[in-house]
């Protein structure tokens, strides 16, 4: 028996239990599933139309290449939603994505856009998998990168590597940073893109403003930031990877519309007056955040603390971590109605850790009881990938359906739909 045992992260953790969409006209909304299922282990829900709503709204408003990120969510269903709105560039940062996308999709343009990576994986990138575009932020990186993709092996495919380098940005307004572990400053990264350019296939800057960025501005900013490294860098650079951090409503959260996201970009871009660059971005949680949600079962309720069977240590990492609210309605085991007021409740996870609570408020019928189940949304992002074993709690299913996003937007500008509803 080996002494190594391999197990993918990178893959679903649940079951799927949906039909595939092409064997059915009408995928089953969220209700009917729970009432056919009747779960005891969390639910995930996936909506098709909603991603690929949200991704052609991005992709038309958006003057450049979208590259959807898939660590948001590397679910194969969420993947076939976004190839099917027209998604065919994808921002991985692991092998582990870039080979997944790849037996999805052999038309794929995947861009691997991790700043570190090992040796291993990028040469796998490279001659396996016919990844072309790197980003980096050091020296070491960019020695790491010409290296492995001119060995006699690597050479034979006869291309030259894209190579972006990766600028650090001052603090911003979002809600998680990025550039205090990757991003180079100007005086580096304007080096970089001169030792870069003679060997690139094609030359980008790449950056990120930080993950749900509420401020517009954050964009301008970064590209002004850019222009002084292509200017002080001295060459020709073909694109600006605008990053990610694209805002999406929470129930406590109401961002700006994503034009006025749009019109600080393309006005910024249009004062660096680079005529031959090309814009590209990297949006993970605008895509995807509406087009899945979880249901789970109540377990025991004391008082307003509601013991349901997932938590931080499953798919409501954000909900404990970080804090975040998300839309919920009830789903009554009895089928009736949910008539009673509503009332704040927080939720405790499955495992025997104290630390696993979700404080809320989560709002909810009053009278909600053992065996009810809850439906909490806006958990396409990050939700499901972040899934662990801890305790045993990594049972789950996954379906298809056809509702809505349990929050309707127009633009990024939150408008709640109903939260409460039967079986």
């Given at each position: 028996m080996s002494l190594i045992q391999n197990r993918a992260a990178v893959a679903p953790l649940h079951q799927h239990l949906s039909l595939a969409p092409e064997?059915?006209?009408?995928?089953?909304?969220?209700?009917?599933?729970?009432?056919?299922?009747?779960?005891?282990?969390?639910?995930?829900?996936?909506r098709p139309a909603a991603i690929a709503t949200s991704a052609g709204a991005f992709a038309q408003a958006f003057n450049g290449e979208t590259l959807y990120a898939v660590k948001c969510n590397p679910e194969p269903a969420v993947l076939r939603a976004l190839w099917n709105a027209g998604i065919r560039h994808f921002d991985c940062a692991s092998i582990a994505e870039v080979s997944l996308v790849r037996r999805m999709f052999p038309g794929a343009a995947i861009h691997f856009m991790h700043p570190v990576k090992s040796r291993a994986a990028i040469r796998d990138a490279w001659i396996?998998?016919?990844?072309?575009?790197?980003?980096?932020?050091?020296?070491?990186?960019?020695?790491?990168?010409?290296?492995?993709?001119?060995?006699?092996?690597?050479?034979?495919?006869?291309?030259?590597?894209?190579?972006?380098?990766?600028?650090?940005?001052?603090?911003?307004?979002?809600?998680?940073?990025?550039?205090?572990?990757?991003?180079?400053?100007?005086?580096?990264?304007?080096?970089?893109?001169?030792?870069?350019?003679?060997?690139?296939?094609?030359?980008?800057?790449?950056?990120?403003?930080?993950?749900?960025?509420?401020?517009?501005?954050?964009?301008?900013?970064?590209?002004?930031?850019?222009?002084?490294?292509?200017?002080?860098?001295?060459?020709?650079?073909?694109?600006?990877?605008?990053?990610?951090?694209?805002?999406?409503?929470?129930?406590?959260?109401?961002?700006?519309?994503?034009?006025?996201?749009?019109?600080?970009?393309?006005?910024?871009?249009?004062?660096?007056?680079?005529?031959?660059?090309?814009?590209?971005?990297?949006?993970?949680?605008?895509?995807?955040?509406?087009?899945?949600?979880?249901?789970?079962?109540?377990?025991?309720?004391?008082?307003?603390?509601?013991?349901?069977?997932?938590?931080?240590?499953?798919?409501?990492?954000?909900?404990?971590?970080?804090?975040?609210?998300?839309?919920?309605?009830?789903?009554?085991?009895?089928?009736?109605?949910?008539?009673a007021p509503e009332a704040a409740f927080g939720l405790f996870g499955p495992s025997c850790d104290a630390l696993d609570v979700m404080r809320g408020p989560f709002m909810l019928p009053d009278d909600v009881a053992e065996g009810d189940w809850i439906e909490i949304g806006q958990l396409g992002a990050y939700a499901s990938c972040l899934r662990t074993a801890f305790n045993g709690f990594d049972r789950a299913a996954l379906v298809e359906v056809g509702d809505n996003s349990m929050l309707e937007t127009a633009g990024y500008g939150a408008a709640e739909a109903p939260l409460a509803c039967a079986a």
């Open positions: 064997a059915t006209p009408q995928l089953p909304n969220v209700a009917s599933m729970v009432a056919a299922l009747r779960p005891e282990e969390p639910l995930h829900c996936i396996v998998n016919g990844v072309r575009d790197f980003v980096l932020d050091s020296f070491d990186e960019l020695n790491k990168i010409l290296l492995e993709t001119s060995t006699p092996e690597a050479a034979a495919l006869n291309a030259r590597p894209g190579l972006f380098v990766r600028l650090a940005l001052p603090k911003t307004a979002a809600m998680i940073e990025l550039s205090s572990k990757f991003g180079a400053d100007v005086a580096t990264a304007a080096a970089l893109l001169r030792a870069a350019r003679p060997a690139a296939g094609k030359l980008g800057v790449a950056f990120h403003v930080g993950s749900q960025c509420m401020d517009p501005l954050a964009w301008r900013d970064a590209m002004a930031i850019t222009g002084l490294v292509i200017q002080q860098a001295g060459v020709h650079v073909d694109v600006i990877d605008i990053g990610g951090g694209f805002p999406v409503a929470y129930p406590d959260i109401d961002p700006p519309p994503l034009g006025a996201f749009m019109a600080e970009i393309d006005a910024a871009f249009d004062a660096l007056d680079l005529p031959d660059t090309r814009l590209w971005a990297e949006p993970g949680r605008a895509l995807v955040a509406g087009g899945a949600s979880v249901v789970v079962q109540v377990q025991l309720r004391k008082g307003n603390m509601l013991y349901v069977n997932d938590g931080v240590y499953g798919s409501l990492a954000d909900a404990g971590t970080l804090g975040f609210r998300f839309p919920t309605r009830l789903i009554r085991a009895s089928g009736a109605q949910a008539a």
